[in-house]
């Protein structure tokens, strides 16, 4: 199985934005973004499933980030608005087997990205 690649990571200033990208196997998954900052647990910040057309999305994030799929080009897209120095974290693309929909539960993901990091300073 084929690792997600994630780019487009790096240091932005409050209030701005960027858009991560993630290259996958292309098997029919659902795919998600987590992060993980410094001391703290990996968390899930958006989850689509194989269509792209059902979407979740962690409270922290709701009405500022937005995850997309181009199922054409074997990617899926965060695009982060108004980011927040909360916001750090290394973020990491990971898929799963697309018999469960739309996967929230992290245990449920089976292949993982390293991971792209992201500074937000004050």
């Known amino acids: 199985q084929v690792q997600p690649v994630e780019s487009g990571g790096g240091m932005v200033q409050a209030g701005g934005s960027l858009r991560l990208s993630c290259a996958h196997s292309?098997?029919?998954?659902?795919m998600g973004w987590f992060r993980q900052a410094p001391g703290k647990a990996r968390e899930l910040v958006a989850a689509?499933?194989?269509?792209?057309?059902?979407?979740k999305y962690a409270d922290f994030v709701k009405g500022r980030f937005t995850i997309s799929r181009d199922n054409a080009k074997n990617t899926v897209a965060l695009q982060m608005n108004d980011l927040k120095p909360e916001d750090t974290a290394v973020y990491l693309c990971?898929?799963?087997?697309?018999?469960?929909?739309?996967?929230?539960?992290?245990?449920?993901?089976?292949?993982w990205g390293r991971g792209t990091q992201v500074t937000v300073s004050s």
């Open positions: 990971a898929s799963c087997p697309g018999r469960y929909g739309i996967c929230t539960k992290e245990a449920l993901y089976d292949s």
């Open positions: 292309g098997r029919a998954d659902a």
């Open positions: 689509a499933d194989w269509s792209g057309d059902n979407t």
